[in-house]
């Protein structure tokens, strides 16, 4: 009850995520620096693996503490941004689709995530199902706060 409240709370704080200028390095490099820079905490450091990037559409497993789930972002003007976080809900082709992703795109993302994912030891990987809902992502990065908590 507690999480269906938070993802309907989260919902309502829509505002845009802008990232600044790319900076040099690979593309999960730039994703992992991106989430680690708007959620990491001193008593919880947000551990983000796998990152799967193709064309212009990534998804970025992450967890902290003793939640967990899946980011999607999207490459706009050589800046990544974040789209929308969920955990089962964004992990297939059809769910990428419908977030806009290419199909060609949705069909490899889903295959390397699902790869990727079932290399990973298995109490980790349960950790992605556990962010109920979708949270769209149009904000900044006090938007996504409730999920990791606050910085401080």
């Known amino acids: 009850m507690l999480r269906k409240a938070l993802v309907a709370l989260m919902s309502l704080m829509i505002v845009p995520v802008a990232c600044m200028a790319a900076p040099t390095g690979s593309d999960e490099a730039f994703i992992s620096q991106l989430l680690h820079g708007m959620f990491d905490k001193p008593q919880e450091p947000l551990s983000v693996e796998p990152i799967l990037v193709s064309g212009k559409h990534a998804v970025a497993d ?13 490459n706009e003007h050589g800046s990544w941004r974040i789209i929308l976080c969920a955990g089962d809900g964004i992990k297939t082709r059809d769910a990428l689709a ?16 699902s790869s990727a994912e079932a290399r990973l030891p298995p109490e980790k990987a349960a950790m992605f199902s556990r962010f109920e809902g979708i949270a769209m992502m149009n904000g900044d990065t006090d938007q996504h706060k409730p999920a990791h908590g606050s910085k401080e």
């Open 62 to 74: 992450w967890a902290q503490g003793e939640m967990g789930g899946r980011a999607l972002l999207r």
């Open 98 to 113: 419908r977030a806009g992703v290419p199909l060609a795109d949705a069909e490899r993302l889903e295959k390397d995530l």
